[in-house]
């Protein structure tokens, strides 16, 4: 009798230990993910990106560098994210106007740098994108950019015992989904923080503008800032900078997201930090210098119905402080940031 | 030695408890109802066919080749009192090409009802709220990426009086905020004021149509001579939307 007892304890024991290794969810613990902070640099706003059901982690940041990095997420393999956002040119494309994609193809316009994003309300030069995380899915599946679908990616990463691996370790499952490759991504691109230049040090009192940098910081603050606004250098706004419409791309910029014909050749502005990297200029890539864009403020406003008021009468920069002008937005170059080997592709 | 076991039965029982997980909807008097909704897509009152010859209320021929729409927030009330008799929150999304997508049960805690709600697209925070999964996964073809946003339903097909090149029509209709949101709310009482009465252990099956052809001819008039292909949100947008809100109707309540 007793015997019995205790037998039917043990398998009671037995059992209750069975449905709790059925409760646990993911039985075998990978790595411990090791937790990245995001560092907001001082003199800055709040970011609009807070890592919401996305916490940045080390193995999470890596996951995203090596989608970033990884022509597979294109149809042929040569279109990795990086192919249009290069490290060198603060992750714009260096020296082409418009980028290149899938078949031999032209985007329709110039590829801007990536830094600073988590403080983007809108991405794309129109605002198309509500939201840094579903960004990816826009080149992704574009004919002339990456030419994939989602399924399709997906399939080809999932194939990839090295994939699910580090999709375990980050998500807790090996199953990929489009959701989970789109917040790697993130914890990579979000991570992106550019704000290291000589100018940012000067602000933080560790190295002073020469003269002539001096000058053109006054002439900055009086003629560009109240678009190109501190410390972003851009206050994420849209405007008509009257440029003429390219009779071939016929791009109306953000009307083509809103609908509205207030908003017709309004384009977002751009930042003006690592300007020095990023060229050429304008949403087409239309301006090879900055000194060119400084030009077209001075002389080549085309003014139309809805040409912004600071720019429809022209900007009056005088040579002499173009040149000053030229020479701080030299500062704003972060080469830290540019030659950051954490930013780079792991071999 | 006997207490002992008990206790040890209680705890065990417990972990079986909590060990559940989606816990059964039983109401206070330990009766179960179950409701069984089905979806059904047709065209004039007929069950859809895809590719199937069928012509609208300005004589134009079409077929149909896709159809979708996203439900959410489905509930049914008794209007007789406060409290909602079933509902569930989730987003999903019905495809006419996926069976196992049109219909779905849901467990009611009262035994009353006489009308139907749901809300037909994606509230305006699952626009705004970056990469979702389930039956919000854009990679279901329900977003659109150049423009962040979900396509609330989507009707494609094909007719002679298309005006674009290969003879299709395309209506791809959203936009989450604004006058021009496609966010639809549908309320469909039960046909002829009946209510309805759940049984214990019984299943009780409401079939919803959703009549493709009340998107050209409803609260609007939009041929396909005038419009084969809408791919935004706006205000020619909206007029689908009104359109679409009018498609559903209770075609039977069944109990087995």
């Known amino acids: 009798m007793m015997q019995r007892t205790v037998i039917s304890l043990v398998g009671l024991l037995l059992g209750c230990l069975l449905f709790l290794e059925a409760c646990k969810k993911q039985g075998t613990a990978a790595a411990p993910l090791v937790p990245l902070q995001f560092i907001v640099p001082p003199e ?10 996305n916490t940045p982690s080390r193995q999470g940041f890596e996951l995203g560098k090596k989608l970033f990095y990884d022509g597979r997420l294109s149809q042929d393999g040569n279109f990795p994210c990086a192919s249009c956002h290069q490290q060198f040119a603060a992750f714009a494309t260096f020296d082409h106007p418009l980028s290149h994609g899938f078949n031999n193809q ?74 989970k490759m789109l917040k790697a991504l993130t914890q ?15 602000k933080r009192g560790t190295a002073s503008f020469t003269e002539t940098e001096e000058a053109g910081y006054q002439v900055f603050q009086a003629k560009c800032a109240a678009c190109h606004a501190e410390p972003l250098f851009t206050d994420n706004s849209f405007r008509n900078t009257g440029l003429p419409v390219n009779d071939i791309l016929k791009d109306i910029g953000r009307m083509h997201i809103t609908g509205n014909p207030a908003d017709s050749l309004k384009f977002k502005v751009p930042s003006l930090r690592n300007v020095y990297a990023t060229f050429p200029y304008g949403h087409d890539g239309r301006f090879y210098s900055i000194g060119a864009v400084i030009d077209h403020y001075r002389f080549g406003v085309v003014s139309g ?21 030229l020479e701080f937005l030299r500062t704003l170059t972060d080469s830290a940031f540019i030659n950051n080997k954490n930013f780079a592709q792991t071999e | 030695m006997k207490t002992g076991s008990g206790y040890i039965l209680c705890a065990f029982l417990f972990l079986l408890c909590s060990c559940q997980k989606e816990l059964k909807n039983e109401s206070s008097t330990g009766k179960s109802y179950t409701v ?87 509230d305006s925070i699952a626009n705004v709220s970056g990469a979702q999964s389930g039956d919000l996964d854009p990679a279901k073809g329900m977003f659109w990426t150049w423009n962040s946003g979900y396509i609330m339903a989507k009707l494609e097909g094909a007719s002679s009086f298309s005006t674009v090149p290969n003879g299709s029509f395309t209506y791809h209709i959203g936009g989450f905020s604004g ?49 084969a292909f809408v791919h935004s949100p706006g205000s020619l947008a909206r007029l689908y939307a009104d359109n679409y809100a009018a498609m559903f109707s209770v075609a039977s309540i069944t109990e087995e």
């Open chain 2, 36 to 122: 069984h909704i089905v979806l059904r897509p047709v065209v004039q009152g007929q069950p859809l066919i895809f590719n199937q010859p069928y012509t609208n209320a300005f004589g134009e021929d079409y077929t149909v080749t896709a159809f979708r729409f996203y439900v959410s927030a489905l509930s049914l009330q008794n209007n007789n009192a406060d409290v909602p008799v079933a509902g569930e929150a989730k987003y999903r999304l019905a495809d006419a090409a996926i069976g196992n997508t049109l219909s779905f049960t849901l467990s009611a805690n009262q035994s009353i009802f006489n009308s139907l709600s749901f809300q037909l697209g994606v």
């Open chain 1, 188 to 202: 990579f691109v979000a991570m992106l923080v550019s704000a290291d230049s000589k100018y940012d040090k000067v």
């Open chain 2, 179 to 227: 006058e021009n949101k496609a966010i639809r709310s549908i309320v469909l009482a039960v046909p002829e004021g009946r209510q309805i009465a759940l049984r214990n252990n019984r299943t009780t099956t409401v079939v919803i149509n959703a009549d493709i052809d009340k998107w050209f001819h409803a609260t609007h008039a939009l041929s396909i001579a005038d419009n």
């Open chain 1, 305 to 325: 119905p809805t040409t912004d008021l600071l720019v429809k009468n022209k900007i009056t920069i005088s040579d002499y402080e173009k040149l000053d002008l």
């Open chain 1, 106 to 179: 032209f985007t329709t316009r110039n590829a801007p740098g990536l830094f600073n994003v988590a403080w983007m309300k809108e991405l794309h030069w129109d605002g198309g994108i509500n939201h840094i995380e579903v960004q990816p899915l826009a080149p992704l599946i574009a004919e002339n950019e990456m030419a994939e679908t989602m399924d399709h990616v997906i399939a080809k990463l999932q194939d990839d015992a090295a994939y699910r691996q580090m999709f375990k370790t980050v998500f807790g499952d090996e199953e990929i989904s489009p959701q």
């Open chain 1, 44 to 53: 800055f706003p709040d970011p609009v990106y807070k890592f919401e059901n």
